[in-house]
C-alpha cells in the first residue's frame, strides 16, 4: 500500500511529466536549500510528478489540496 499524502498544487517547487527531470528539479534545489525535506510526489490519477517541501504537506483533504502518491522522500541531509 503506497503513502498518499495532500498539497496545494500552488505551493509545488517544480512538476514534469516526468520522473528522471522532477528529481533532477528536486535535487538542484535541494542543494541550494538544505534545510528542506523534500517530497517527490506523483498525481493519483495522472502522470505528473511534483515537488513539495514535506512541511507544506496538509492533513486532509480540502478544496485547495490535490491527493499524490509519494515517489521519493529526499531528507535534510542527502546533499552536500
Given at each position: 500500500?503506497?503513502?498518499?499524502?495532500?498539497?496545494?498544487?500552488?505551493?509545488?517547487?517544480?512538476?514534469?511529466?516526468?520522473?528522471?527531470?522532477?528529481?533532477?528539479?528536486?535535487?538542484?534545489?535541494?542543494?541550494?536549500?538544505k534545510q528542506?525535506?523534500?517530497?517527490?510526489?506523483?498525481?493519483?490519477?495522472?502522470?505528473?510528478?511534483?515537488?513539495?517541501?514535506?512541511?507544506?504537506?496538509q492533513t486532509?483533504?480540502?478544496?485547495?489540496?490535490?491527493?499524490?502518491?509519494?515517489?521519493?522522500?529526499?531528507?535534510?541531509?542527502?546533499?552536500?
Amino acid at each position: 500500500m503506497s503513502e498518499m499524502v495532500f498539497f496545494n498544487p500552488g505551493d509545488a517547487i517544480a512538476s514534469d511529466h516526468d520522473f528522471n527531470a522532477a528529481l533532477r528539479s528536486a535535487e538542484i534545489f535541494h542543494r541550494k536549500q538544505k534545510q528542506h525535506e523534500l517530497m517527490i510526489v506523483k498525481e493519483e490519477n495522472g502522470k505528473t510528478y511534483a515537488v513539495f517541501n514535506a512541511t507544506d504537506a496538509q492533513t486532509d483533504a480540502s478544496a485547495q489540496t490535490n491527493r499524490y502518491q509519494i515517489a521519493k522522500q529526499m531528507p535534510k541531509t542527502t546533499f552536500h
